[in-house]
């Protein structure tokens, strides 16, 4: 049963025996769980891209973007726009390097905005001695420009991407996998990965790999939807999971 704390802001729930800031790795979303973008850079580099490489329109009006990878939001917004899928495949390849680069070359007119305790949360946990690694849909270059820009990197050493793996569950394991390559042999086969993220489907993707999970609802997803979904924590953001053990001291 998950104890529940709530003050007039925050609401946090923790499982009795999870013990959040003691895993040896953490695998942390890029969108809605270290930073929000005030931009749209990103987001129409997929439709810009198709239709530079392509010359068909399409919109990702219909696509579910929320804790979505950009192969899958890429490959249903063609299939909605009705491309053929013998000209997305001819064409794929040239389509994700196009948003890389278009991304790469409006970098300096990107906006992050780095969400609530995220560098403070970051700092005690490398301090705990926790590998830190990402797991996100962003294609890999475009989601370490986001966090280069949000002035994150010096905390990430690894990362899971969609560029090859459209599938959340899969980007997780391939980053739960680098953070085991890069631990102590003695550590691999005991070591104890946390994914953090802000929609069901990281919740999800945690559980396929049987990994722990905390949830932050920073992004479009209520405390009470990422609760339902039974995380071992679910808080309101990571500045109020790191005021709880401020507040033991």
């Known amino acids: 049963m998950l104890k529940t704390q709530q003050t007039t802001d925050a609401r946090i729930a923790i499982e009795p025996d ?19 973008s005030r931009d749209r850079i990103h987001v129409d580099s997929v439709p ?113 991407f969609s560029d090859q793996l459209p599938i959340r569950a899969e980007l997780v394991r391939q980053a739960a996998h680098k953070a085991r390559e890069l631990a102590a042999p003695r550590r691999r086969s005991a070591m104890k990965i946390c994914v953090v993220g802000d929609t069901p489907r990281d919740i999800e993707a945690a559980r396929a790999n049987s990994l722990s999970v905390i949830a932050v609802a920073t992004g479009r997803s209520s405390f009470d939807q990422l609760l339902e979904c039974r995380p071992d924590a679910c808080v309101s953001s990571l500045a109020d999971l790191l005021a709880t053990i401020q507040s033991a001291t």
């Open 18 to 36: 999870f013990d959040w800031d003691g895993q040896d790795a953490y695998l942390f979303d890029i969108d809605g769980t270290l930073l929000r």
């Open 48 to 160: 810009w891209s198709v239709h530079r490489i392509t010359g068909f329109e399409i919109t990702l009006a219909g696509v579910q973007l929320q804790g979505n990878t950009d192969t899958a939001i890429l490959r249903e917004a063609c299939r909605q726009a009705g491309i053929p899928s013998e000209v997305l495949e001819q064409q794929y390849d040239a389509i994700l390097e196009s948003m890389r680069n278009c991304v790469a070359e409006r970098r300096h007119e990107l906006e992050p905005v780095v969400m609530p305790g995220v560098a403070e949360v970051l700092g005690h946990l490398a301090q705990k001695g926790a590998l830190l690694g990402v797991a996100s849909g962003n294609l890999e270059a475009i989601g370490w420009i986001k966090i280069e820009k949000a002035g994150l990197r010096e905390w990430f050493c690894f990362g899971g």
